[in-house]
């Protein structure tokens, strides 16, 4: 557990001794806040209902920005096989990276409780689903965040590791928009792989143990495939 906690304060801040993350959270704040604000002023409803709908699609794009230099910076520099020769375990090693990323994603979706307040002070509102959307996002950056540690681990190259990282979120994510077009005997398989359809069910504040379990199994098949690309180098 201290080994985690090391690597895990390590890398988070390594995050803000460089402009990445100052710049990835100022044009999310500022993507989320323009389509909050929007949303609220066209509708003339105090809800947060906005965010929840736009975050999900910043993530795309949020998710591979942050994990892309996770590895592939390791790799590049050759530190990794430096850090594999201390008292380190692989998985520790990936969780600490892991739980930086949902770290600074967390940090990133704190400001947006601003909004609540803005919304709180409009009118009465049911924390039911306000909850349940923050909980749905932070599980959904947890899957997303593992592909992207997982995708950092296979290449070099920072641009190859977001590419692929996007295009497995992405994905995942439109799975649940094209159902019309699957086959009936395919549809709750394909709506079950969706990241999009367990957060739509969290998000309306119903906190279903199968969206629980979605979500952690894939983070736990993310983080697992991770390690076994990291042990894969000694092979």
Do not use: C
């Not at 201290?2 to 988070?12: M, V």
């Not at 990835?24 to 066209?42: E, K, M």
């Not at 997982?150 to 159902?179: C, D, H, P, R, Y």
């Amino acid at each position: 557990m201290q080994n985690i906690k090391t690597i895990y304060s390590k890398e988070l801040k390594s995050y803000f001794n460089s402009p990445i993350a100052y710049i990835v959270i100022i044009v999310f704040l500022a993507i989320a806040g323009w389509f909050f604000t929007n949303t609220l002023f066209q509708s003339n409803i105090a809800t947060m209902r906005g965010l929840f709908d736009m975050v999900p699609f910043i993530f795309l794009f949020f998710i591979p920005a942050i994990t892309m230099r996770t590895f592939s910076e390791e790799k590049k520099q050759g530190t990794i096989e430096l850090l594999l020769t201390k008292p380190v375990t692989e998985m520790e090693l990936v969780m600490g990276k892991f739980l930086a990323a949902l770290m600074l994603t967390i940090l990133t979706l704190l400001p947006t409780l601003i909004y609540l307040i803005v919304v709180a002070s409009l009118g009465s509102i049911d924390f039911g689903p306000v909850i349940g959307g923050y909980l749905g996002l932070i599980l959904m950056a947890g899957v997303y965040i593992a592909i992207g540690i997982f995708a950092s681990s296979l290449t070099e190259n920072q641009v190859i590791a977001f590419i692929i990282s996007f295009v497995a979120v992405f994905l995942l994510f439109m799975l649940g928009k094209i159902l019309s077009q699957v086959s009936p005997t395919l549809v709750s398989a394909v709506e079950y792989i969706s990241t999009d359809y367990h957060f739509s069910n969290i998000s309306r504040g119903v906190i279903d143990t199968r969206n629980l379990i979605y979500y952690l199994s894939m983070i736990f098949l993310g983080v697992f495939l991770t390690k076994t690309s990291i042990e894969s180098r000694k092979w």
